[in-house]
């Protein structure tokens, strides 16, 4: 008997870049580390599902991007600071920073709520 697709809400900055191709360069739309955290994220979030708590939004960019590369001080805050510089030295490596989308979803616009 065939599977149903798996369908899962996530909610992301309204001005957040389209999703790109699975390869192409990342762009900052979120929807990887909205749905579920990467092997680092899911040791920092302590979860294997869902939003990954290092997922920030760049207003000035106007994309999101891993707070562990981008806000290591906020989002390590409770970490010794030595280990908080070494882990933010190796996250881009931890979270395949450069190597291209990897997120094999089908994002669908939600059609706004009519009156």
């Known amino acids: 008997m065939p599977r149903s697709p798996l369908s899962?809400?996530?909610w992301l900055h309204p001005?957040?870049?389209a999703k790109p191709a699975v390869g192409a360069a990342?762009?900052?739309c979120g929807v990887?580390?909205?749905l579920e955290p990467c092997p680092a994220g899911a040791l920092l979030s302590r979860r294997l599902h869902g939003a990954c708590t290092a997922l920030r939004w760049n207003e000035t960019a106007q994309c999101y991007r891993c707070g562990l590369l981008s806000a290591p001080d906020d989002v390590l805050a409770r970490w010794p600071r030595p280990l908080r510089r070494w882990?933010?030295?190796q996250a881009g490596r931890w979270i395949s920073s450069?190597?291209?989308c990897d997120a094999d979803w089908t994002p669908q616009d939600i059609p706004p709520a009519g009156p």
Do not use: K, L, S, V
Request: include cysteine; charge should be positive.
């Open 87 to 89: 882990i933010h030295r």
């Open 15 to 17: 001005e957040a870049p």
């Open 26 to 28: 990342c762009n900052g």
């Open 32 to 34: 990887c580390c909205a």
């Open 98 to 100: 450069g190597q291209g």
């Open 8 to 10: 899962r809400t996530i």
